[in-house]
């Protein structure tokens, strides 16, 4: 049972160790950098974005009938 234990922390940790490889890989960015680029994003797109300006007729809403009982 203690071999079985040690092979498995064994592949636990060479599991990590690939995952930090994979993340040593990965290209990294300033924060100034691409928060300039999202507010750029944001102020470019803001005028289409429904959630800042509704849209004035929802086409999904059921359509309001009138009827007399």
């Keep these: 049972m203690v071999i079985q234990n040690k092979s498995d922390q064994i592949v636990k940790l060479s599991g990590q160790v690939e995952q930090l490889k994979h993340h040593l890989k990965l290209d990294r960015l ?18 289409g974005d ?7 007729e929802n086409p999904f809403k059921e359509k309001k009938t009138c009827s007399i009982l």
């Design 30 to 47: 300033r924060a100034s950098r691409t928060l300039n680029e999202l507010i750029s994003f944001c102020q470019q797109n803001i005028t």
């Design 50 to 56: 429904p959630l800042v300006f509704p849209v004035k």
